[in-house]
Structures are given as C-alpha cells and as structure tokens.
C-alpha cells in the first residue's frame, strides 16, 4: 500500500507538481488567464500606438500584476457570497412530531378516541 503511494508521487513530473495548484485552488486558472489575456492586451496594443518595446513590456506586466490578483480575489469573494447565500437560504429542519414517541404526552389510545 505504501508502495503504491510512493509510486504515485514518483510518477508525478515536474509539470504535473508545479500546475498542481490550478486544479486544487478554486479561481487559480481563471485568474491567471484574466492576467495574462489583459498584459498581453494592453501590452500589445501599447506597442501598436508608441512602437516603443520597453514601454509595452512594462505595461503588459504591470496589468499582469494588478489584473491576476484582483480577479482571483474578486472570484473567492464571489463564491463565499455565493456559499453564504445558499446556507441562508437552506431553512431549517424542524424534526416531525410522531405519536409513537415516548415522550408525547398524547398516546396512541386517546388520538384513536378524537
């Protein structure tokens, strides 16, 4: 059994641990492809208007930057919202009255009666 374990963690290749935290973290991927898309957006279109490389580059990682961790931060609020809302609206479960409990004062003799 420890065996298979091993085995497992040896069969895993570097790029298999190093992705592991986009499967495991909700919001991880979709915030690194809002980041990237909108650098590498806003760092091309700033070439296309100043034709100036260095200028381009240092905007597209400056909106890498900002973009990626306000998208993952804006998506975990999202989802706690999202969370908080289903439990408030899951009512409460009230346990079913039932005659055949000891502890009822109404026995199954007199509910006949009625």
């Known amino acids: 059994m ?60 400056v909106t890498f930057a900002l973009i990626m961790p306000g998208s993952f931060f804006y998506c975990r609020w999202k989802n706690f919202k999202k969370e908080l809302e289903k439990q408030r609206s899951t009512p409460a479960t009230i346990a079913p009255w039932r005659p055949d409990d000891e502890s009822s004062d109404v026995t199954n003799a007199e509910m006949k009666e009625t």
């Open 2 to 61: 420890a065996s298979d374990e091993l085995d497992d963690d040896q069969k895993k290749g570097l790029f298999s641990k190093v992705t592991e935290p986009f499967h495991t973290v909700p919001c991880t991927r979709t915030a690194y492809l809002h980041g990237f898309a909108s650098g590498l957006l806003s760092g091309v279109s700033t070439f296309l208007f100043t034709s100036n490389v260095r200028k381009a580059s240092n905007l597209g990682v």
